[in-house]
């Protein structure tokens, strides 16, 4: 991943890249940023927007949203991924 000038650039081994609005790492990244986009798009449509172009659907959405709107969804994201993988004590 790099960042740089309000912008994501992902980078995978192949060494293709694209731009992205979000990006998730780490273990079960893929989960986490399919539950991000999932969250954003129910937040979308739950307010009218029925747009075909998601890809600028999303984009409109992070940049109008505020600090802490996107610091929830995040940690949302987090949880949704994190809390079934926490083991339960013996």
């Not at 790099?2 to 780490?26: M, S, Y």
């Not at 539950?35 to 109008?64: H, Q, T």
Request: proline share 3%.
């Amino acid at each position: 991943m790099i960042l740089g000038n309000d912008q994501i650039w992902r980078i995978d081994p192949t060494g293709q890249f694209w731009k992205c609005h979000a990006v998730a790492l780490g273990r079960d990244a893929d989960r986490a940023e399919a539950d991000l986009y999932r969250r954003i798009m129910e937040r979308l449509s739950s307010n009218g927007d029925d747009d075909d172009d998601d890809d600028d659907d999303v984009a409109a959405f992070l940049k109008n949203s505020t600090v802490d709107e996107v610091a929830a969804l995040a940690c949302e994201c987090m949880e949704s991924v994190l809390w079934p993988m926490k083991k339960t004590p013996n």
